[in-house]
C-alpha cells in the first residue's frame, strides 16, 4: 500500500514539474562520498514524494517499481511531521546533475531544484587524468575537462549559452600550475569564469542570482553588495555588462567601482559615501584628504562614468572649501550654507533657509515655543533648525538616523521626504496603490508614497521610477510642499531670484508662492538654487514654518 501511493504522489508530479531549464533553484553538492542532501518543506500535506534522477530523464523510463537504479538516486517518499517535511538523500551514485522534484498527493510542486553532484573519489580520479592532461597540451586538457565535467562539477545552466571553451581555456594555467591546485578549487574558478564570460557575452542582466558562486572572500566588498537593494544591483550589472572583464581580480575592481559609483548616486546620506570610499581607498587611490564630509556631500546624488570623474569632482569640492567658497555643494549638492547659528531673544537667527522668529513675524506661531531638542546630540551648529526637529520629532514626523544621531548635514531622500510630507501635511490617502519599478509593496515608504501621488502632491522621476534613494532638490521639495497645503491663497507676486531662469517650469509657481510666504528663502547672493539638495535640517525647517503658519 505504501509502494503504490508513493508512486501516485511521484507521477502526479509529471504533469506540472518544469524541465531543468527553468529550475527553481540550482545546488552545488559538497565534494564528498558520503553527500546527503537534505531540505525541509513546509506543507499542510500528510506525505512528500521525492524524485533525485539525472537531469534530462524522461519520466517515462523512470522505474515502474521505485527502485534506484544509474539515473535514479532516490524514487520515495517521506512523511510530515508539524507541517514540516525533511528530506534526506544520500547520493551514493555516480557525479552528475540530477534534478529533485517534490510534491504533495495533489501533484502540487513543492520543489524543483538542480543539483550537481560529486563523488569525492570520483573528484579525485578526474582532476589527476586532467592534470596528467595538462602536461601534454591545452586543447588536450580543454578535452579532458569537457570529458569529465560532472565529476568535476563543471556545470552551470547558463554554460550552455556562452562560450564555453574560453572559459575551460582559461582554466589550463591553474590545472597545469603546481601550487596546490585541486578539484573544489577548479569548481569555483568554473564558476567565476562563467559568469564573468556571461557578462562579457552580456548574457546576463542581473549578477545577483550568481553572486553566492564568485565565492568572494573579500569581507568589506561582499558586505558592501549586500547593503544594495534589487533595483540598485541591476544597475551594478549594467556597469559590469559588456566591459571584457579579464579575469576575477580585474571583475573585483570593476565591481567595487560600479558600487561606489551606485552608492554615489543613491546615498541614502553623504556619510555613506565617505564609509564606503575610506573602505575600498587601498583600491581606488582616491587620495583621502579629498574625501571628505563637505567633498562627499557635493557629489551626492550626481551620476558619474568612472572614478576617475569622480575623484576630480571631490578634488573640485574640496579645493572650493579649502578656498573658503564651499557652500554646500552646487549642481546635485546640498543647497545652502551651514552657518553656526545662535538663539536669539524670541528667534533663532542665521539658518541658511532664512532666521525663524516665534512672533509671528514670518508666518511662524506665536502659539509654537522655542524647543531645545532632547533627543539627538549631534545638532551643535544646527541651533538654528533645533526647534523644528525637536518639534517635528515630537509629532512623529521625523526620526532619527539611529539612536540619538539626527544627521542634520545628510541629504534628504525622495521617498523620506515622502513620508516628512505626508505625516505633516496631513496626506494619508489609501485610495489605490501606485507602481514604481523602484517601490517595493513592503517597503516601509511605500504607503508614503502612495499617499503622496494619490493626493497629487507629486509624481515619479517618469512613469517607472519614483527615485528611491536619491536625494530630493529644492525645487522638488518647494513643489510638493506647495501642491499638499489645503485652501491656499492665491498670489501674483513673483520670486525675484538671480538663478530663476534654472528653475523647471513645473516648480515656478510653487517656488514663487513658497518666497511669498516665507517658508523658503534665497541665499545672500540673491540665487535660490533650485536643483541644489536639501539637508534634513532644513527640511525640518520648512515643514515646520508650514505647520506653524497652518496652526495660527
Same mark, same amino acid.
Given at each position: 500500500?505504501?509502494?503504490?501511493?508513493?508512486?501516485?504522489?511521484?507521477?502526479?508530479?509529471?504533469?506540472?514539474? $518544469?524541465?531543468?531549464?527553468?529550475?527553481?533553484?540550482?545546488?552545488?553538492?559538497?565534494?564528498?562520498?558520503?553527500?546527503?542532501?537534505?531540505?525541509?518543506?513546509?506543507?499542510?500535506?500528510?506525505?512528500?514524494?521525492?524524485?533525485?534522477?539525472?537531469?534530462?530523464?524522461?519520466?517515462?523510463?523512470?522505474?515502474?517499481?521505485?527502485?534506484?537504479?544509474?539515473?535514479?538516486?532516490?524514487?520515495?517518499?517521506?512523511?510530515?511531521?508539524?507541517?514540516?517535511?525533511?528530506?534526506?538523500?544520500?547520493?551514493?551514485?555516480?557525479?552528475?546533475?540530477?534534478?529533485?522534484?517534490?510534491?504533495?498527493?495533489?501533484?502540487?510542486?513543492? #520543489?524543483?531544484?538542480? @543539483?550537481?553532484?560529486?563523488?569525492?573519489?570520483?573528484?579525485?580520479?578526474?582532476?589527476?587524468?586532467?592534470?596528467?592532461?595538462?602536461?601534454?597540451?591545452?586543447?588536450?586538457?580543454?578535452?579532458?575537462?569537457?570529458?569529465?565535467?560532472? $565529476?568535476?562539477?563543471?556545470?552551470?545552466?547558463?554554460?550552455?549559452?556562452?562560450?564555453?571553451?574560453?572559459?575551460?581555456?582559461?582554466?589550463?594555467?591553474?590545472?597545469?600550475?603546481?601550487?596546490?591546485?585541486?578539484?573544489?578549487?577548479?569548481?569555483?574558478?568554473?564558476?567565476?569564469?562563467?559568469?564573468?564570460?556571461?557578462?562579457?557575452?552580456?548574457?546576463?542582466?542581473?549578477?545577483?542570482?550568481?553572486?553566492?558562486?564568485?565565492?568572494?572572500?573579500?569581507?568589506?566588498?561582499?558586505?558592501?553588495?549586500?547593503?544594495?537593494?534589487?533595483?540598485?544591483?541591476?544597475?551594478?550589472?549594467?556597469?559590469?555588462?559588456?566591459?571584457?572583464?579579464?579575469?576575477?581580480?580585474?571583475?573585483?575592481?570593476?565591481?567595487?567601482?560600479?558600487?561606489?559609483?551606485?552608492?554615489?548616486?543613491?546615498?541614502?546620506?553623504?556619510?555613506?559615501?565617505?564609509?564606503?570610499?575610506?573602505?575600498?581607498?587601498?583600491?581606488?587611490?582616491?587620495?583621502?584628504?579629498?574625501?571628505?564630509?563637505?567633498?562627499?556631500?557635493?557629489?551626492?546624488?550626481?551620476?558619474?562614468?568612472?572614478?576617475?570623474?569622480?575623484?576630480?569632482? @571631490?578634488?573640485?569640492?574640496?579645493?572650493?572649501?579649502?578656498?573658503?567658497?564651499?557652500?554646500?555643494?552646487?549642481?546635485?549638492?546640498?543647497?545652502?550654507?551651514?552657518?553656526?547659528?545662535?538663539?536669539?531673544?524670541?528667534?533663532?537667527?542665521?539658518?541658511?533657509?532664512?532666521?525663524?522668529?516665534?512672533?509671528? $513675524?514670518?508666518?511662524?506661531?506665536?502659539?509654537?515655543?522655542?524647543?531645545?531638542?532632547?533627543?539627538?546630540?549631534? @545638532?551643535?551648529?544646527?541651533?538654528?533648525?533645533?526647534? #523644528?526637529?525637536?518639534?517635528?520629532?515630537?509629532?512623529?514626523?521625523?526620526?532619527?538616523?539611529?539612536?540619538?544621531?539626527?544627521?542634520? #548635514?545628510?541629504?534628504?531622500?525622495?521617498?523620506?521626504?515622502?513620508?516628512? #510630507?505626508?505625516?505633516?501635511?496631513?496626506?494619508?490617502?489609501?485610495?489605490?496603490?501606485?507602481?514604481?519599478?523602484?517601490?517595493?509593496?513592503?517597503?516601509?515608504?511605500?504607503?508614503?508614497?502612495?499617499?503622496?501621488?494619490?493626493?497629487?502632491? $507629486?509624481?515619479?522621476?517618469?512613469?517607472?521610477?519614483?527615485?528611491?534613494?536619491?536625494?530630493?532638490?529644492?525645487?522638488?521639495?518647494?513643489?510638493?510642499?506647495?501642491?499638499?497645503?489645503?485652501?491656499?491663497?492665491?498670489?501674483?507676486?513673483?520670486?525675484?531670484?538671480?538663478?530663476?531662469?534654472?528653475?523647471?517650469?513645473?516648480?515656478?509657481?510653487?517656488?514663487?508662492?513658497?518666497?511669498?510666504?516665507?517658508?523658503?528663502?534665497?541665499?545672500?547672493?540673491?540665487?535660490?538654487?533650485?536643483?541644489?539638495?536639501?539637508?534634513?535640517?532644513?527640511?525640518?525647517?520648512?515643514?515646520?514654518?508650514?505647520?506653524?503658519?497652518?496652526?495660527?
Amino acid at each position: 500500500m505504501m509502494l503504490k501511493k508513493c508512486i501516485a504522489l511521484i507521477f502526479a508530479l509529471a504533469a506540472v514539474t $518544469a524541465v531543468s531549464a527553468n529550475a527553481e533553484e540550482l545546488v552545488i553538492s559538497d565534494i564528498s562520498d558520503d553527500y546527503v542532501f537534505t531540505r525541509e518543506i513546509q506543507t499542510d500535506s500528510a506525505s512528500v514524494g521525492v524524485t533525485v534522477i539525472k537531469d534530462g530523464l524522461e519520466w517515462g523510463k523512470i522505474p515502474a517499481e521505485g527502485s534506484a537504479g544509474e539515473d535514479v538516486a532516490y524514487l520515495g517518499e517521506f512523511y510530515t511531521q508539524s507541517g514540516v517535511c525533511g528530506i534526506s538523500v544520500k547520493m551514493g551514485t555516480e557525479s552528475g546533475v540530477y534534478k529533485v522534484t517534490a510534491g504533495d498527493e495533489s501533484g502540487k510542486a513543492l #520543489a524543483d531544484i538542480l @543539483l550537481v553532484y560529486s563523488g569525492k573519489t570520483e573528484n579525485e580520479n578526474a582532476f589527476n587524468k586532467v592534470k596528467a592532461a595538462s602536461k601534454i597540451s591545452k586543447e588536450e586538457t580543454v578535452a579532458a575537462l569537457k570529458k569529465y565535467r560532472y $565529476a568535476l562539477q563543471l556545470y552551470m545552466p547558463i554554460s550552455e549559452n556562452i562560450n564555453e571553451d574560453k572559459v575551460l581555456g582559461d582554466l589550463y594555467s591553474y590545472v597545469a600550475s603546481e601550487n596546490g591546485a585541486d578539484g573544489s578549487k577548479l569548481a569555483y574558478n568554473y564558476r567565476r569564469g562563467v559568469i564573468i564570460e556571461a557578462l562579457n557575452e552580456s548574457k546576463i542582466d542581473n549578477i545577483d542570482e550568481y553572486y553566492r558562486y564568485l565565492n568572494i572572500e573579500d569581507k568589506k566588498t561582499d558586505n558592501w553588495y549586500k547593503t544594495f537593494d534589487e533595483q540598485e544591483k541591476k544597475v551594478i550589472a549594467e556597469r559590469l555588462t559588456g566591459k571584457s572583464i579579464s579575469g576575477f581580480d580585474d571583475f573585483t575592481k570593476r565591481l567595487v567601482e560600479a558600487m561606489i559609483l551606485q552608492k554615489v548616486k543613491r546615498p541614502n546620506g553623504y556619510t555613506n559615501i565617505v564609509s564606503i570610499l575610506n573602505d575600498f581607498s587601498d583600491k581606488t587611490g582616491i587620495p583621502s584628504d579629498i574625501v571628505t564630509n563637505k567633498s562627499c556631500n557635493a557629489v551626492a546624488g550626481k551620476s558619474f562614468d568612472n572614478l576617475n570623474s569622480l575623484e576630480n569632482a @571631490l578634488k573640485t569640492a574640496q579645493d572650493s572649501s579649502d578656498n573658503g567658497n564651499y557652500n554646500g555643494g552646487s549642481g546635485n549638492g546640498s543647497g545652502g550654507g551651514r552657518g553656526s547659528g545662535s538663539s536669539g531673544s524670541g528667534g533663532i537667527k542665521n539658518s541658511p533657509l532664512g532666521n525663524i522668529s516665534f512672533d509671528g $513675524a514670518d508666518n511662524a506661531s506665536s502659539a509654537i515655543e522655542p524647543l531645545t531638542s532632547k533627543h539627538f546630540t549631534d @545638532l551643535n551648529g544646527y541651533e538654528w533648525a533645533d526647534s #523644528a526637529i525637536e518639534m517635528l520629532y515630537q509629532k512623529g514626523i521625523i526620526n532619527g538616523r539611529s539612536g540619538d544621531t539626527f544627521a542634520p #548635514a545628510d541629504n534628504v531622500t525622495r521617498e523620506e521626504f515622502a513620508k516628512m #510630507a505626508v505625516l505633516a501635511l496631513d496626506l494619508q490617502n489609501n485610495s489605490g496603490t501606485v507602481h514604481f519599478d523602484d517601490v517595493q509593496e513592503d517597503a516601509w515608504y511605500a504607503s508614503y508614497i502612495a499617499s503622496l501621488v494619490n493626493s497629487g502632491a $507629486a509624481n515619479g522621476m517618469d512613469d517607472n521610477l519614483f527615485g528611491v534613494g536619491m536625494p530630493i532638490t529644492r525645487q522638488d521639495m518647494a513643489v510638493i510642499i506647495y501642491r499638499g497645503i489645503k485652501d491656499k491663497e492665491q498670489t501674483d507676486v513673483r520670486a525675484q531670484f538671480t538663478d530663476a531662469s534654472e528653475t523647471a517650469d513645473y516648480a515656478r509657481e510653487a517656488i514663487d508662492y513658497m518666497s511669498f510666504k516665507k517658508y523658503i528663502n534665497g541665499y545672500e547672493d540673491g540665487s535660490f538654487k533650485p536643483t541644489d539638495n536639501i539637508t534634513r535640517a532644513e527640511a525640518a525647517v520648512v515643514l515646520y514654518r508650514v505647520i506653524a503658519a497652518q496652526n495660527e
